[in-house]
C-alpha cells in the first residue's frame, strides 16, 4: 500500500481547520486539512433551523473577509456562516480534502513523526494539529432512563418546533443555546419548561455598543486563565430577532415556567435543586457588574455614549421564582419531550499519543503539545477567554503556525548539517 507524505496534517475543516490553513501557508508549511464531512458541517447539520451567531458580523469573522449579506451589526445565520467558511477556503485556496475520516494517529517508531491511518488510506506527516474543536460528543446526563417513554435529545439534534411530538417540553440548560430554543418553542405555542442553572447574562447591548466591543475594550476577551470556578461557566446571550438581553423574568412573564437545575428521575416524578432565584440572582450579578465596567470606562476615557438608566432595570421575580416548583410529574404536566442543552465532550480517540491529562485533556501551552509534533487549535481558553469563537480561533492559529513554522527550520538544518557530513 502507497503512503501519501506531508509535512503537516490537519484534522478538522471546520473554523479552526481553515484558519490553520491560511497560517500555514503564510508560514511556507506544506499541509493538508481532513475533513470527515463537508467544510464547517457542524455548522450546518448540529444547529437548529434558525440559528444565528451570537456575535455581530463585524465582530465573530476572520479578518480577511467579511459577511457579504449581513450588515456588519447583524447576526448572519447558521447557512451563512457556513458558507462564509467555504468561500474562505476558497479564497486562500486551502488544500481541503472532505469526506476523509482519520481514524488513527500514532508516532512512528526509530525515526520522526506520525502514521495516520484513514477512511482514503495512510499518511505519513511529521507534524498533526487536532483542529476538530471543542463541540464533539452530545452530552446528555443519565438522569432519565430510555424506557421512561418520554423523547429525549440534545440541543444538537433539536431542528424546529415541528420536528417534536406535540406536548410540553422541558429544556435543560440556560445557556444561550437552552434560552433560545425555550424561547422558540413557547413562541410557537408550546407549555415549555426551563431548568436554569448558574450562568452569566451579559447586555447584548449597552449604550449603542455590542458587549462583544465591550467585553474587547475592557480586556475581558484578553483574560489569560478564567477566574476560580468560571472556566465551564455558561453564558446566556442571543442574536435572535436582532439581538436582545437574554431576561429570564422576561420569559417567564412571555409564559415560560423557570425551574432549578435538574436533579433526580424517579417513576415519572423530575425534582429540581432550589436554586432558581440564586442562579437567577448571580445572573443578575454579572450583568450589572459588566455594566459599572462600561459605566467607567466611558468616564474615564470622556465617551460621548448615551446613557441606558432602563438597562439596570429589575422586574418583578415572577411567581415561578417565589414559589419554585421542586417536582414535575413529566406526564401529568403533559411533557412530550426534553431538549438537553448540556454541553458536549471532546472525543480524541483516534489520537493515540502521550498528550493528555487522566481526565482525557489535552496538555498544551497555548496549542503546543507536550508530545513534540502534536497541536490542538479550537479549545476553550486555548490561550484566552476568546480562543474558541471565530476570530479568536484565527489569531490562536498564527502562533501555532509560528510554532510549527520554527520546529521545521531546526529540522532542516539538522537535515543540512547531516548532509554535509555525509559529502565531507
Not at 292 to 317: C, F, S, T, W
Not at 400 to 422: F, W
Request: proline share 7%.
Amino acid at each position: 500500500m502507497s503512503v501519501e507524505t506531508i509535512d503537516t496534517l490537519v484534522v478538522g475543516g471546520g473554523q479552526a481547520g481553515v484558519a490553520m490553513s491560511e497560517h500555514l501557508s503564510k508560514c511556507g508549511v506544506p499541509h493538508l486539512v481532513l475533513e470527515r464531512g463537508r467544510i464547517a458541517e457542524r455548522w450546518r447539520t448540529q444547529r437548529w433551523d434558525s440559528l444565528v451567531a451570537n456575535g455581530p458580523a463585524w465582530h465573530d469573522r476572520f479578518p480577511g473577509m467579511e459577511f457579504p449579506r449581513t450588515a456588519p451589526d447583524g447576526f448572519p445565520s447558521k447557512d451563512e456562516v457556513a458558507d462564509y467558511f467555504v468561500a474562505y477556503a476558497k479564497q486562500i485556496d486551502a488544500p481541503i480534502r472532505s469526506g476523509v475520516e482519520v481514524k488513527l494517529v500514532q508516532r512512528n517508531v526509530g525515526r520522526p513523526g506520525f502514521r495516520v491511518e484513514t477512511s482514503d488510506g495512510v499518511i505519513d506527516a511529521n507534524s498533526v494539529v487536532a483542529a476538530t474543536g471543542p463541540f464533539q460528543i452530545p452530552v446528555i446526563p443519565p438522569v432519565v432512563p430510555e424506557e421512561a417513554g418520554i423523547l429525549q435529545i440534545h440541543s444538537s439534534a433539536y431542528r424546529n418546533p415541528a420536528k417534536l411530538p406535540k406536548g410540553g417540553v422541558l429544556v435543560v440548560g440556560a445557556g444561550s443555546s437552552g434560552v433560545q430554543i425555550a424561547d422558540e418553542l413557547q413562541r410557537a405555542g408550546r407549555r415549555v419548561y426551563l431548568s436554569v442553572g448558574p450562568h452569566d447574562r451579559p447586555p447584548r447591548a449597552y449604550r449603542g455598543r455590542d458587549f462583544c466591543w465591550w467585553l474587547g475594550v475592557l480586556g475581558k476577551w484578553d483574560l489569560e486563565t478564567p477566574g476560580p470556578g468560571t472556566e465551564h461557566v455558561t453564558i446566556a446571550v442571543s442574536g435572535a430577532r436582532g439581538g436582545e438581553t437574554i431576561d429570564f423574568r422576561r420569559l417567564a412573564a412571555q409564559g415560560l415556567t423557570l425551574v432549578g437545575m435538574t436533579r433526580t428521575y424517579q417513576d415519572g416524578l423530575m425534582s429540581f435543586a432550589p436554586d432558581l432565584a440564586k442562579n437567577i440572582a448571580r445572573g443578575d450579578a454579572s450583568l450589572m457588574s459588566l455594566l459599572d465596567d462600561a459605566d467607567a470606562y466611558v468616564a474615564r476615557n470622556g465617551l460621548d455614549l448615551p446613557e441606558e438608566p432602563a438597562a439596570r432595570r429589575i422586574e418583578p421575580d415572577p411567581e415561578c421564582m417565589t414559589n419554585p416548583i421542586g417536582e414535575l410529574h413529566l406526564a401529568k404536566a403533559g411533557i412530550a419531550a426534553m431538549i438537553w442543552a448540556t454541553g458536549f465532550a471532546a472525543d480524541y480517540s483516534w489520537l493515540k499519543v502521550d498528550a493528555f491529562d487522566e481526565k482525557g485533556r489535552p496538555r498544551h501551552h497555548r496549542g503546543v503539545s507536550i508530545e513534540p509534533g502534536i497541536y490542538f487549535l479550537g479549545l476553550p481558553w486555548q490561550s484566552r477567554r476568546g480562543s474558541s469563537f471565530i476570530w479568536g480561533v484565527w489569531h490562536d492559529a498564527k502562533h501555532v503556525a509560528d510554532r510549527i513554522s520554527t520546529q521545521r527550520k531546526y529540522l532542516a538544518y539538522h537535515a543540512a548539517a547531516k548532509r554535509e557530513a555525509v559529502d565531507a
